[in-house]
């Protein structure tokens, strides 16, 4: 799996007009895609980045100050561009495989007691963010 985590003061995801996630107090806004050998140990690994990354203010994590996260996927984490022109999408995981991925980081995310909202896992999403320090991580498991 691989991730792109952003510390954000807020974000939110609107599909066909409607708001369908958002955090609207400093977090964590979390790009999460899967490729086709991700399992339950990739879930866990990227799970465990994202809440215990300590890149909050004061070197904290969101575990430590109860931040918000929003969870988004994103298949073109996995786009290779390295020939020509064109991505490639073929490393990523097809929607069946991809899509009870990033539903169990969720729920591990969850887990840990973070409150965590989503978008919408195979729609055209506008997701807005105002990125904080600029701070932008890439995680892989």
Do not use: C
């Not at 990227?46 to 298949?75: H, N």
Request: charged fraction near 25%; proline fraction near 6%.
């Amino acid at each position: 799996m691989r991730a792109v985590i952003q510390r954000v003061t807020r974000a939110s995801v609107t599909v066909a007009g409607d708001v369908v996630g958002q955090i609207d107090r400093p977090g964590l806004l979390a790009l999460v895609g899967a490729t086709h050998d991700d399992g339950p140990e990739q879930v866990a690994t990227i799970a465990r980045k994202i809440a215990e990354l300590r890149i909050l203010r004061d070197e904290r994590s969101a575990v430590d100050v109860g931040a918000p996260v929003l969870v988004v996927s994103q298949f073109t984490l996995y786009g290779d561009a390295r020939k020509g022109r064109r991505p490639t999408w073929s490393a990523a995981a097809p929607g069946p495989v991809a899509e009870p991925l990033v539903d169990a980081v969720v729920e591990d995310l969850r887990s840990r007691g973070l409150e965590v909202a989503t978008g919408l896992f195979g729609a055209d999403m506008a997701v807005e963010l105002v990125n904080d320090g600029p701070v932008t991580i890439l995680l892989d498991a």
